[in-house]
């Protein structure tokens, strides 16, 4: 769609002036935002033949406009100007985030409940689905006389523990024969391969250790299939109910979307990797209509692994947004791959 100049800057500031209002929009409002001489009339007959193009809505007979689906996706993808995040912001995002960079779980909770917290949407981050992986290495830690934690890492960088107990004393020199041996049969193996019978001929060819390793072993198949599948970090959804926009197009539609793990993780889904806007009818979900959804992946090691979202009211600050995202999924995807230990 091709507009002149005049129409591409009174549709931006429309866009803009209700994104910070809320309130539709009238022509002297806009007059005040632009940065060219010209009269309401003009502005007027230019917001009517906007609407005629389906960017602008007109809400009520005599009230201003305000941006339409179509609307925002021409301002998203064609007039809004980036805002590039300032150091003291980077700065103020690290520090909420680095506390929780020892481990990937909590660290996707923690950007889940940052991005909450910064936006006042309802905020979700995925974890890494180790599916296409293979196993990197074993771990085992020991907790008490009896019992240690398997960790569990694969190359698609995620990082899964269990807990098993033995009937006898675990000694450092146990620990390091049964490392060893976990990691010479399992170090390189998809970790689609770990089924229960990939896990009865492991055991097999342990011989007479395989009683002593038989919960080490139950453990690790449990890690495996855990890290398999994607988890959902969900932060901040009761931020929607505070939304006008949501009271008469059904926030409990929205609310019962969020609370299902395996839509959300379709929705974020995306193999090319890179950053996406969903304004309403774009996410292909009835309950999203009226939303608007912005995902940005992050990478572990180079390859891509999940997902940190935003969903909330079309009316949001998008430059502010996206910078702020795209920055924080960078950071996430350096510090996951410092901590998955990745080239």
Known sequence: MELSERKRKILAAVVELYIASGEPV????????????????????????????????????????????????????????????????????????????????????????????????????????????????????????????????????????????????????????????LNEKLAGVPVADVTPAYMQSLAASLGEMAMMMSSALEAVAEAAQESMRSQVCLNGEVNLLFYPEFRETGIRRILDFLSRPADLCSLLADPDGSLRVLIGRESKRPELQNSSVVVSPYAIGGHNAGAIAIIGPMRMNYSKIISNMEYLSDTVSRMLTELMDFD
């Open 26 to 181: 009238g022509s002297k409002s806009v007059c005040g935002a632009l940065d060219i001489n010209v009269s309401s009339a003009t502005v007027r007959n230019e917001m009517s033949a906007l609407s005629r193009l389906g960017l602008l809505e007109q809400p009520h007979t005599s009230a201003g406009r305000v941006p339409s689906q179509k609307g925002y996706r021409v301002y998203i993808d064609t007039l809004m100007k980036r805002r590039p995040i300032s150091k003291d912001e980077q700065r103020y995002l690290d520090s909420l985030i680095l506390p929780e960079a020892y481990d990937p779980e909590r660290l996707l909770e923690g950007a889940a409940r940052v991005l909450a917290s910064l936006t006042k949407y309802a905020a979700v981050s995925t974890t890494p689905n180790g599916e296409s992986g293979v196993i990197r290495a074993v771990q085992l830690v020991q907790t008490s006389r009896r019992t240690a934690m398997v960790i569990l890492m694969t190359s698609a960088g995620t990082m899964k523990s269990r807990l098993f107990r033995c009937d006898f004393d675990l000694t450092p020199e146990i620990l390091r024969v049964f490392f060893r041996l």
